[in-house]
């Protein structure tokens, strides 16, 4: 269910709203949520974390976070209906100049998310695309590192809408 608080009290004049999308991710909420979290970029952020009926610990965490940070974090807990239903729920309350996913068990590196926000508040773009890097673990224990730029895609030109779907 929508709290129309929720829909009062969401942000205004942030950069960016973050929606995450949640449903069983109690093991890599608190990474994910401290990374969004920082002094150094929540006063630019609006960050709608969406609980999709899940049965762990998730919702726990998420209002551990809410009742730390009311003036940053929002949620929304609703009935399970799958990944595209809580992008749109978010979205549908979102009042940041841009929207960005943040999957529950990923999270911002700070200094790349603080540099992201200057780039953001300088830009007037439709459309951001962005580094993502993998990590790959053995038993907890990192062994390798993954960096996906799509730069090199993009660097050469600039696309119309209908030369480039996505």
């Not at 978010?90 to 540099?115: C, H, N, P, Q």
Request: proline residues 2%; negative net charge.
């Amino acid at each position: 269910m929508v709290n129309d608080k929720v829909v009062q009290e969401a942000g205004s004049g942030k950069i960016l709203s973050i929606v995450i999308p949640t449903y069983n991710m109690e093991k890599y909420l608190p990474v994910c949520l401290d990374s969004v979290t920082d002094e150094l970029v929540s006063d630019r952020l609006e960050v709608i974390v969406v609980n999709d009926g899940s049965t762990d610990g998730s919702l726990d965490i998420i209002r551990r976070y809410e009742q730390k940070r009311p003036d940053l974090i929002k949620v929304i807990d609703k009935a399970n209906g799958h990944y595209g239903s809580c992008v749109n729920a978010g979205l549908g309350i979102a009042t940041g100049k841009y929207f960005k996913i943040l999957d529950a068990d990923d999270w911002f590196d700070t200094s790349a998310l603080v540099e992201f926000l200057q780039k953001l508040e300088t830009c007037d773009t439709d459309l951001v695309i962005t580094l993502r890097v993998d990590e790959i673990f053995d038993k907890d224990k990192k062994v390798d590192e993954i960096k996906h730029s799509f730069c090199s895609v993009f660097k050469d030109h600039v696309y119309r809408t209908d030369e480039f779907y996505i």
